[in-house]
């Protein structure tokens, strides 16, 4: 039981693939040498999931302990069928909820959680639809930045890109004297991504200006002597994967090895709908310059950590935080033939994702092998408070019994969704059981994969004769899940999927009425 209320860091990559980590493969290339220390210190979750592999479902779901179907935020905001484009501010969201344990809260980095009222008023392709766009009127609940939801710090809206266009930024470039340059730039390998080099420093960095305005926010609340929360929020290794030159060139003379699932099992079939993220990617040499990108930018992001750490403990604040490190989602790069970016899979390098938690005073590593979500992560954070469950269990619940070893009923599946992304909707669900992993394509193949056997996926099992029956069960977990969790996708699964004898809910509509 802890004495107090701990600070709490919450240290978020983005689309950071868990196989960069040695917690997580201990032959991994990726140099990641404080992440490292940090989940040596830490309880290891080996088997976390992300609610969706898309960036704004799944950081509405950190802020809100709700799935993307209840939260609305379905796929990226301003994208087609995103039912909620601005978060909206209710007294549920983590931020409120830590106020009300007497938490200060504060936020810089990647949001993607709504554009703000400025931004909608200047987006050039509402504008040219829509015409003049007017809010004078425009109810602050629908302008969703961090410090119109509850915390203090920066307000960067949208997808941000980088961070490279910030005033922010720029400003603190400037205070420098200093301003950065991007050279080398990879193009071509899929659609509209790039890589790159800074030329100019890693001092000239976004990742350099976040741990800035990180310590100067930690600063001022060690001052003010309460409890405080912090959500530290990278845009990398997210592309356009630009990099400082020290760290790109730490990978010059590694040779990276082959994907093990850089190509399927000859003759499998997989759903069609993948060939939507294929890359222009025909050999493994042509993909090496864009992981070993990918690669700097973590071990850049790496480096950053340890200088926040540093810092922690020079102001005698390492000892007395929780600290939790994860990734929004993972990536692809490459796998399965040449997929990149992630959505519309649910292979395990997108969906499951890196998950630690370093209690105050600990000082060694343990693993957890329980399935959970980040839906869960809500939950856990307000435990850690004191606020009570009806607070703060929503469609996750606390994992605070399983990061201190104590006997809890905990489900023994996990479920991913998915909506579509970009212009392309596209209803999917991921159950993982045991060993099992079953994918619902709602207007494609479905997938099914022995994580025992294929640990990368390789061969899709739907229709083989061996797996009937474990198919059959899944099918049945799934639309238990569906149930439990009021997922109105239940519907067309149970009538694409299951014979009407085991469909356990329907929907025969109302009886007719004029009144």
């Known amino acids: 039981m802890m004495a107090k209320q701990p600070n709490i860091l919450f240290i978020l990559t983005d689309q950071q693939r868990k196989d960069t980590l040695a917690a997580y493969d201990p032959a991994h290339v990726c140099v990641t040498p404080n992440i490292d220390a940090l989940m040596a210190q830490s309880v290891t979750f080996e088997n976390a999931y992300t609610t969706c592999p898309i960036c704004a479902p799944a950081r509405a779901t950190l802020q809100t302990g709700l799935y993307p179907m209840h939260h609305g935020m379905l796929t990226n905001s301003y994208n087609y069928g995103n039912m909620v484009q601005e978060l909206p501010n209710t007294p549920d969201l983590l931020p409120h909820q830590l106020a009300g344990q007497g938490y200060l809260t504060g936020y810089t980095g990647k949001w993607h959680l709504g554009s703000g009222v400025y931004a909608v008023q200047h987006d050039e392709y509402l504008k040219h639809y829509m015409g003049n766009i007017h809010f004078a009127e425009f109810d602050k609940n629908f302008d969703s930045v961090p410090t119109t939801i509850g915390y203090t710090g920066d307000d960067f809206p949208g997808h941000g890109f980088g961070?490279?266009?910030?005033?922010?930024?720029?400003?603190?470039?400037?205070?420098?004297?200093?301003?950065?340059?991007?050279?080398?730039?990879?193009?071509?390998?899929?659609?509209?991504?790039?890589?790159?080099?800074?030329?100019?420093?890693?001092?000239?960095?976004?990742?350099?200006?976040?741990?800035?305005?990180?310590?100067?926010?930690?600063?001022?609340?060690?001052?003010?002597?309460?409890?405080?929360?912090?959500?530290?929020?990278?845009?990398?290794?997210?592309?356009?994967?630009?990099?400082?030159?020290?760290?790109?060139?730490?990978?010059?003379?590694?040779?990276?090895?082959?994907?093990?699932?850089?190509?399927?099992?000859?003759?499998?079939?997989?759903?069609?709908?993948?060939?939507?993220?294929?890359?222009?990617?025909?050999?493994?040499?042509?993909?090496?310059?864009?992981?070993?990108?990918?690669?700097?930018?973590?071990?850049?992001?790496?480096?950053?950590i340890g200088r926040l750490i540093t810092w922690l403990k020079q102001n005698n604040l390492y000892d007395?935080?929780?600290?939790?490190?994860?990734?929004?989602?993972?990536?692809?790069?490459?796998?399965?033939?040449?997929?990149?970016?992630?959505?519309?899979?649910?292979?395990?390098?997108?969906?499951?994702?890196?998950?630690?938690?370093?209690?105050?005073?600990?000082?060694?590593?343990?693993?957890?092998?329980?399935?959970?979500?980040?839906?869960?992560?809500?939950?856990?954070?307000?435990?850690?408070?004191?606020?009570?469950?009806?607070?703060?269990?929503?469609?996750?619940?606390?994992?605070?019994?399983?990061?201190?070893?104590?006997?809890?009923?905990?489900p023994d599946t996990a479920v991913v969704e998915c909506s579509g992304i970009g212009s392309e909707l596209f209803s999917q669900r991921m159950l993982r059981k045991g060993h099992m992993k079953y994918v619902f394509n709602s207007g494609d193949i479905d997938e099914l994969y022995d994580l025992k056997n294929d640990p990368h996926e390789r061969t899709n099992l739907i229709d083989a004769p061996g797996y009937q029956t474990a198919l059959h069960s899944l099918r049945l977990a799934m639309q238990q899940w569906m149930i439990d969790h009021a997922d109105n996708l239940v519907y067309e699964f149970n009538h694409l999927r299951l014979p009407l004898a085991e469909r356990r809910i329907s929907n025969p509509g109302k009886p007719f009425s004029w009144e």
């Open 163 to 304: 961070g490279f266009g910030f005033p922010e930024y720029k400003q603190w470039l400037a205070d420098q004297g200093k301003s950065v340059t991007i050279e080398h730039i990879l193009r071509g390998y899929y659609e509209g991504h790039q890589a790159g080099q800074i030329t100019s420093g890693v001092d000239t960095s976004v990742d350099q200006f976040l741990i800035d305005r990180t310590e100067h926010y930690l600063k001022n609340f060690q001052d003010e002597g309460k409890p405080w929360y912090f959500q530290l929020n990278f845009w990398g290794p997210h592309e356009p994967y630009f990099v400082p030159s020290e760290f790109l060139h730490k990978y010059d003379d590694i040779d990276i090895p082959e994907w093990p699932n850089w190509q399927d099992t000859p003759g499998t079939q997989k759903p069609r709908i993948h060939d939507l993220k294929r890359g222009n990617i025909d050999t493994w040499e042509d993909l090496v310059p864009i992981i070993k990108h990918y690669y700097a930018e973590i071990t850049h992001i790496d480096y950053q």
């Open 320 to 410: 007395d935080t929780l600290i939790v490190f994860s990734s929004d989602h993972g990536e692809s790069l490459g796998i399965h033939g040449g997929l990149f970016d992630k959505a519309i899979f649910m292979y395990e390098e997108t969906c499951s994702i890196p998950l630690s938690y370093k209690l105050p005073q600990q000082t060694s590593a343990s693993r957890r092998p329980q399935l959970v979500t980040n839906a869960d992560l809500f939950s856990t954070i307000l435990d850690y408070t004191g606020a009570p469950a009806a607070n703060r269990d929503r469609d996750g619940q606390s994992m605070r019994p399983l990061i201190e070893d104590k006997p809890v009923a905990w």
